[in-house]
């Protein structure tokens, strides 16, 4: 039995339906302005541009309060309704997932700030046909987490997981360039570790938008992914199918 399936069948209670997809899609919601906020902060450093930059930092205030406001919905209705099987899945997953979406918008907050600094340096570009590679990999993957959770889209959320590994490849590839790179020309050490702080946690919203697809994996067939390989991944994400 699906998750969708399963969730209407559980209980009768219209305002209890109706506080669950609030929920999910307050997290849709949030996941839709930490996209947004790292399209902006990507295009403000390869473009040079302290003022998006300067405009997507501001936004991390607005996602700080998006999780405490989702947290707080999640902490109400696990008080009010202790609630069982898929529901309780459901607020567990949208719980984790927001805590992902909070880190995304942070690391998301220092590549604003590092486009700032580097914007102050000068013109030295290189390596930033590596962020606008990666940045598109990473929004891409986000951008799919949360499609996967808008509908219980256990396939496409391996699709995600599966991502990483390409943005993991690119990513050593991008710091072995850079490293060659610095040892050749010294003069441009400063602003090459700041594009590769930037790639670093390009990175880790990699990592995190994994995590995303993790949980909505959890939501559709009660089993925890998390530290699993791709193949164990498939098999459960099979077993959903088989399911439905």
Not at 34 to 53: H, I, P, W
Not at 200 to 222: C, F, P, T
Request: glycine share 4%; aromatic share 4%; charged share 30%.
């Amino acid at each position: 039995m699906s998750y969708e399936s399963e969730h209407h069948n559980t209980h009768i209670s219209q305002s209890f339906n109706e506080e669950l997809e609030q929920i999910r899609t307050e997290l849709l919601t949030m996941g839709g302005v930490v996209e947004r906020q790292l399209s902006d902060a990507v295009n403000a450093l390869v473009g040079g541009d302290t003022d998006q930059a300067e405009q997507a930092l501001k936004i991390d205030s607005v996602i700080n309060d998006m999780e405490l406001m989702i947290d707080e919905q999640c902490t109400l209705i696990i008080a009010r309704r202790q609630p069982a099987a898929a529901d309780l899945r459901l607020i567990i997953s949208v719980s984790k997932a927001t805590n992902d979406l909070e880190r995304i918008g942070d690391e998301t907050s220092r590549i604003c700030r590092y486009a700032m600094e580097l914007a102050s340096e000068g013109k030295n570009m290189q390596g930033y046909q590596e962020v606008r590679h990666i940045g598109n990999l990473v929004r891409d993957m986000l951008k799919d987490g949360l499609t996967a959770f808008a509908r219980s889209d256990a396939e496409l959320a391996y699709k995600v997981a599966k991502q990483d590994k390409e943005v993991d490849s690119e990513y050593r590839t991008a710091m072995r360039s850079l490293m060659t790179y610095m040892m050749e020309d010294p003069r441009h050490i400063s602003s090459v570790m700041n594009v590769i702080w930037v790639l670093r946690s390009l990175e880790r919203i990699g990592d995190h938008a994994r995590n995303l697809a993790e949980h909505l994996i959890y939501l559709v067939s009660g089993t925890d992914v998390r530290h699993s390989s791709l193949k164990e991944i498939k098999k459960t994400v099979k077993r959903v199918e088989e399911r439905q």
